[in-house]
C-alpha cells in the first residue's frame, strides 16, 4: 500500500474509471487506502479495473452508469453510498472526442456540423464535470469535506489543430473548475483539475502509433515536443526513471508513480 498519502478514510469516485487514464487513477487510489468506485458503462473493463485493485490488496467495485443522465449517475451514487459510505472524492475521468469534430488538412471550420460539435461538449463538459458534479457534490457540501478533481487537457490551455472542439471543451472544464473552486471554497470542498497531455490510450493509439511501435507522422509531430519523445518507443522505456525539469512533467508521460522535488519529477515508467 501507498504510505505516502492515507486515503483509508476516503470513498473515491472515478467516474471513467474503465479508460485507461482514469483506470490508473482508480488503482492509485485504491493503493492509498481508498474504496474506490469505479465508474463508467462497460462493465468488462470496469468490473476488470477493480479485480485488479482487489489483486492489489486494495477495495473497489464497478458500478454501472452513464455519465450523461443525471438519473444514472443518482443511482450510482446511492449504490456507491450503500456499499462503501459518502464519497469524498470524485474523480471526473470521462470524456472523448468524435471524428467529424475535427479539422483534417484541407477541412473548412465553418462546415463544421453543430451536432459534432454539440456531442464534444456533452461528453467533455456536461458528462465529463457538470452533471457528475452536480450529482455528487451536495453530499460533500453537507458532510463538509471533499475534493474534486476534472479532467482538463493542455489542448484546453494551449488549443492543438485539428481537435477544436475537444480544446474547446476542456478549455470549458478549466472555466468550470475555477468557477466551481470559488463557489465551493468555503465549504469544505475542493473542486481542481488536472491537464494530461498525449496518453496512449485506445482512442488515439491509431492516430499515434503503428501497427509496429513505431510513431506516424502525426504522432512524431505532438510527441515530437515532448521530452518523451528523445528516449524512444513507450515499450523501450518500462522499468525506466526520468528526470524533467518541469512542474508540468505529468503532463507528457505514460507512466505512474511521479514524485514532484521541487521542480524536478522523477517518473519511473
Known sequence: MNTLFDLKNDVAVVIGGTGELGGHMAEALGSGGAKVAVVGRNAERGNNRAKAITDAGGEAKFFAADGLSS????????????????????????????????????????????????????LNLVGGALLPCQVFAPAMIEAGVGSIINIASMSGIIPLSRVVAYSAAKAAVINLTMWLSREWATTGVRVNAISPGFFPAEQNRKLLFNEDGTYTERGGQIIGHTPMARFGKPEELAGATIWLASRQASSFVTGQNIAIDGGFASVTI
Open 71 to 122: 438519473e444514472s449517475l443518482g443511482s450510482a451514487r446511492d449504490a456507491i453510498t450503500a456499499w462503501a459510505g459518502t464519497p469524498t472524492i470524485l474523480v471526473n475521468a470521462a470524456g472523448g472526442n468524435h471524428p467529424d469534430a475535427t479539422i483534417p488538412p484541407g477541412a473548412d471550420i465553418c462546415k463544421l456540423p453543430r451536432e459534432a460539435w454539440n456531442t464534444v461538449f456533452d
